[in-house]
């Protein structure tokens, strides 16, 4: 019985004792790996990002396109009707309709320089992007 408990023994400390061993080369290698696969993830997540803000440009140009000829269309009305008002200054129905006039001018003239500012800031958040995205690529290229 001692013997086979012996044996027991021997077996269980030969067995902790043949636990994989893992160098320092090994576990250096292991995390500039892992630093290179998560710069690789990064990169992809930003040229992802910029695809997305690539495919709105498209859409925000046309709106601010449609916005300021929009504008540009309350605006002219507006100048006819202002101009029928100055013949008239009496006609209270065109008075009413120069003061609609005016303020859809007015109202498109700021929808049409909101559209223009966020299609400006989009440009500028897809330079940026693309400024990052050159950075990550060197990284990634400079790395063993």
């Known amino acids: 019985m001692?013997?086979?408990?012996?044996?027991?023994?021997?077996?269980?400390?030969t067995l902790s004792l043949s636990a994989q061993v893992v160098s320092k080369d090994s576990m250096?290698?292991?995390?500039?790996?892992?630093?290179?696969?998560?710069?690789n993830k990064k990169l992809n997540d930003r040229?992802?990002?910029?695809?997305?803000?690539?495919?709105?440009?498209?859409?925000?140009?046309?709106?601010?396109?449609?916005?300021?000829?929009?504008?540009q269309k309350s605006a002219d009305e507006n100048k006819r009707i202002a101009e029928k008002l100055g013949?008239?200054?009496?006609?209270?129905?065109?008075?009413?309709?120069?003061?609609?006039?005016?303020?859809?001018?007015q109202r498109d003239?700021?929808?049409a320089r909101k559209a223009s500012d966020?299609?400006?800031?989009?440009?500028?958040?897809i330079n940026s992007l693309r400024d990052k995205i050159a950075s990550d690529e060197s990284n990634v290229s400079a790395r063993p």
């Open 87 to 105: 013949d008239d200054p009496q006609d209270r129905k065109l008075a009413r309709r120069a003061s609609k006039s005016a303020g859809a001018a």
């Open 28 to 39: 250096n290698t292991l995390k500039a790996e892992k630093e290179q696969i998560e710069a």
């Open 47 to 71: 040229k992802l990002e910029l695809a997305k803000l690539e495919n709105e440009l498209e859409k925000k140009t046309r709106d601010a396109e449609k916005a300021a000829d929009n504008a």
């Open 109 to 111: 003239a700021k929808r």
């Open 118 to 125: 966020d299609l400006d800031e989009l440009r500028k958040d």
């Open 2 to 13: 001692n013997r086979i408990l012996g044996t027991l023994g021997m077996m269980l400390m």
